[in-house]
Structures are given as C-alpha cells and as structure tokens.
C-alpha cells in the first residue's frame, strides 16, 4: 500500500515571498502520478499541480512549480510570489496503476500574511 | 458547468438516526469515490465504484453503505451514525479505466457532519 506523509502542519509566508510545501511518499510502483491539491476555507478542492513520474521535466503552473526527486520519493511544492489567496490548505496524493484511488497526506496548512 | 453535487453541506444529527448524503455528477464519470477528512489525517476513502452496479471498499468503509444504481449518483448511507463518524465528507469523480492515472479528480463542496 502505498503512504504519502506531509511533515509540516502549518506553515506560514510573507505575501510576495516565496515557501516550499514539503511531501514524501512511499511505494513499489514505477510509473503513478503525483498530485497538490488545494482547499480554501470555502472546502473546494481544487487541483494545484500534477506530475507523472515518468517525466524527469518538473511541473510548473504559473506561480507554483514541483521539485520531483524519484530517488528520494520526494514531491515538493514552490510557491512563488505567495498572495494572499493562497492562504489554504495543501494535500499532496499519489495515484498508482490501479488508475483511480487518490492516496492523501495529512495536509498542511499555509498562512499567507500580508 | 462541470460538477460534483453534494448534499446536505451541513448536518447535526443524533447517534443511531439513519442518514444519507447525496452525491451527484453530471461528467458522465465512471469512478465515483467517498472520501472523509479528519484533522492531521487528510482525505482517507471511504467507498469506491467503478461503474454502475459495481461498488468496492476503501481504507475506512466501516459503519458506511454506498449504492451505484445510476452512472451519476452514487449516495453514502449511515444506518447508525457513531460519534466517531463526525467528519468532513467530499464525494469525487474521475474518468475511470487503466488509462486514468493523469486526470483529475473532480470534488464536491464537502459535507460537514456531526453526531451528537
């Protein structure tokens, strides 16, 4: 089975600075995809970012970018020029070759102060 | 407008009365998942169907019945709530099927639940 565990509980950031959301996993699988979610207070889950494991390229959208390390299973999160929007909940999720089930960490949650 | 549907987003209700949470896509999905979120714990699944008529347990399925009679709704059903079933709950849907590895996962608005 596989286990995705998120270190930080709560972070927080200066508005316009940059934070690094920490994620590990574990597994057997050599090919799955990696995931961030975000959840606002409004409860919306809402996809960040998404990486496959077979791409050695990180991901980037816009202000966030993924620091993937196959080796270390390690899939960390870049936020950019944090704004206060961002303020939320963070979950990374792996999915594997059953194709389908989401696997969570724990979540951590980002304050962004102005 | 793509969506998950859920409902009630809010319910208080007492230990042993029956309840169902409705869930509801209009993506024509083929998998459809329960999900519960506790504090510390992310999201842990509960229930999941491939596709109609086809229905399987997650991580968490105790105290908890799903039913997939439709290919767009697929409702979770507490027949004797517990205290420790107080939760966050989402409904999520995806495409299905072994080629879906990379698509999203769609949610609903969550259904935050008390048992008193």
């Known amino acids: 089975a596989q286990t995705v565990t998120q270190s930080q509980p709560e972070m927080s950031v200066q508005e316009a600075e940059t934070v690094t959301l920490s994620c590990t996993y574990d597994t057997s699988e050599n090919n799955y995809y990696l995931f961030w979610y975000k959840q606002p207070p409004s409860r919306q889950m809402i996809l960040v970012i998404r990486?496959?494991?077979?791409?050695?390229q990180n991901a980037t959208e816009n202000r966030f970018s993924v620091n993937f390390q196959k080796a270390a299973k390690s899939f960390s999160l870049k936020i950019s020029d944090s704004q206060l929007g961002d303020t939320a909940m963070y979950f990374c999720?792996?999915?594997?070759?059953?194709?389908?089930?989401?696997?969570f960490g724990g979540g951590t949650r980002l304050m962004v102060k102005p | 407008e793509a969506q998950v549907t859920q409902n009630p987003r809010y319910l208080i209700t007492v230990t042993g009365k029956k309840l169902t949470v409705t869930c509801s896509q209009n993506m024509n999905h083929e998998y459809m998942s329960w999900y519960r979120q506790d504090p510390g714990l992310g999201l842990r699944q509960i229930y999941y169907s491939m596709n109609v008529e086809v229905t399987d347990k997650g991580d968490v399925p105790e105290g908890y019945k799903v039913s997939r009679k439709e290919k767009r709704n697929f409702p979770l059903i507490l027949e004797s709530p517990s205290p420790n079933q107080t939760s966050l709950y989402f409904c999520?849907?995806?495409?299905?099927?072994?080629?879906?590895?990379?698509?999203?996962?769609?949610f609903g608005q969550g259904t935050r639940l008390t048992v008193v």
């Open positions: 999520a849907s995806s495409i299905g099927g072994a080629g879906a590895m990379n698509t999203e996962a769609f």
């Open positions: 990486q496959e494991a077979y791409k050695q």
């Open positions: 999720a792996f999915r594997g070759n059953a194709g389908n089930m989401l696997t």
